[in-house]
């Protein structure tokens, strides 16, 4: 079992279906990649020519609208990173980049606070991703 899947039982009211937890783990351990095509996406929303923002037609008929189409993009992309930041705000400062680097970067803990304290808050701010992103 890796480390990331353990869930103190202590902790009632953040326990999560296994599928729920893991669902929210790997979308947090998704954030680097997410934020880099955020990024991506942005400059190019930006930097279309004015025909790539028009809507296609087909015989008359409406085929796609570009400029729709990247905006739910941008928008998807957004509420998820928010969703995970938001949940990593409940976190107290002082555990918060341990925990992200530990999920994201897969960096061990430190060894300045004891390890059930760094699971207590991993387990706290994966339910609050699971909830956030209404997987629970």
Same mark, same amino acid.
């Given at each position: 079992?890796?480390?990331? /899947?353990? @869930?103190?039982?202590?902790?009632?009211?953040?326990?999560?279906? +296994?599928?729920? @937890?893991?669902?929210?783990?790997?979308? +947090?351990?998704?954030? /680097?990649?997410?934020v /880099? @095509? %955020? #990024?991506?996406?942005?400059?190019?929303?930006?930097s279309?020519?004015?025909r790539?923002f028009?809507?296609?037609? #087909?015989?008359? =008929?409406? +085929?796609k609208?570009? =400029?729709?189409?990247r905006?739910?993009?941008?928008?998807?992309l =957004?509420?998820?990173?928010?969703?995970?930041? #938001?949940? %990593?705000?409940?976190?107290?400062?002082?555990?918060?980049?341990?925990?992200? #680097?530990?999920?994201?970067?897969?960096?061990?803990?430190?060894?300045?606070?004891?390890?059930? =304290?760094?699971?207590?808050?991993?387990?706290?701010?994966?339910?609050?991703?699971? +909830?956030? %992103?209404?997987? %629970?």
């Amino acid at each position: 079992m890796k480390d990331y /899947e353990y @869930q103190q039982k202590r902790l009632k009211g953040y326990v999560l279906p +296994v599928a729920v @937890q893991r669902q929210a783990v790997w979308a +947090v351990k998704d954030l /680097e990649r997410l934020v /880099e @095509q %955020l #990024d991506y996406y942005k400059a190019k929303f930006y930097s279309i020519s004015g025909r790539d923002f028009s809507v296609e037609y #087909d015989a008359g =008929t409406c +085929v796609k609208d570009a =400029t729709a189409e990247r905006a739910a993009l941008l928008c998807n992309l =957004t509420a998820r990173i928010g969703a995970i930041e #938001d949940a %990593l705000k409940i976190i107290p400062i002082i555990y918060r980049m341990g925990i992200r #680097d530990h999920l994201v970067k897969d960096l061990p803990y430190s060894d300045e606070y004891h390890i059930n =304290t760094w699971r207590k808050w991993q387990q706290i701010f994966i339910y609050n991703v699971a +909830v956030n %992103l209404n997987i %629970l």
